[in-house]
């Protein structure tokens, strides 16, 4: 057992003793909105959001990107538990935008051990075999924040579990200053109609 387990334990037996009421909320979310952002663990969507526990969904992944899986959660969570308003939140200085498809894929080929980035870019160990399912995937890297957050909110949208009546509102979340910035290309094309 790792020190983070005995970590993670204890945190959890402090949040069970002070748990009160929380075990009646309600399954839907109460505030009736879902956010889709990025796993990076500088982003707290509790506290950049101001979210109690119970407030919304938040759906994580890495880049915070409209995958399948990410619209299945959506479409979930209007569809079975009434949300009606949706945020795209991508962030700056995000990990996704230091790579692509064949980075990717090269790096997967080299070793399944963890690589390494310097400016130079990224290098993998090479040891321990790798494997080249990594080149047939669709890792959905980014170039360009305002553009990804644009290009999600539209595939949101277009999708056809989609109802058009439900706004999809684009942003970028600052990791310097801890705002919120409105990407105003993205809010429009995800207005509702």
Request: proline fraction near 4%; glycine fraction near 10%.
């Amino acid at each position: 057992m790792t020190n983070i387990v005995n970590e993670i334990t204890a945190a959890n037996e402090a949040y069970a003793a002070d748990f009160g009421n929380k075990g009646d909320l309600p399954m839907p979310p109460g505030r009736q909105f879902a956010i889709l952002t990025c796993m990076d663990a500088r982003l707290d969507p509790a506290k950049y959001a101001g979210l109690a526990e119970g407030d919304a969904h938040v759906i994580r992944n890495a880049g915070g990107r409209a995958s399948d899986d990410a619209i299945r959660s959506l479409v979930i969570s209007y569809k079975l538990l009434a949300t009606k308003e949706w945020f795209v939140i991508h962030h700056t200085d995000c990990g996704m935008q230091t790579f692509n498809n064949k980075i990717m894929g090269d790096l997967l080929a080299g070793s399944l051990k963890t690589s390494t980035v310097d400016a130079s870019g990224w290098h993998d160990s090479n040891a321990g075999g790798g494997t080249t399912d990594g080149k047939y995937i669709e890792w959905l890297a980014i170039s360009d924040q305002a553009k990804s957050v644009l290009e999600d909110v539209e595939r949101i949208k277009n999708n056809s579990m989609v109802p058009s009546d439900i706004p999809v509102y684009g942003y970028i979340y600052d990791c310097k200053s801890g705002k919120l910035i409105e990407v105003p290309e993205a809010t429009a094309a995800g207005a509702a109609k």
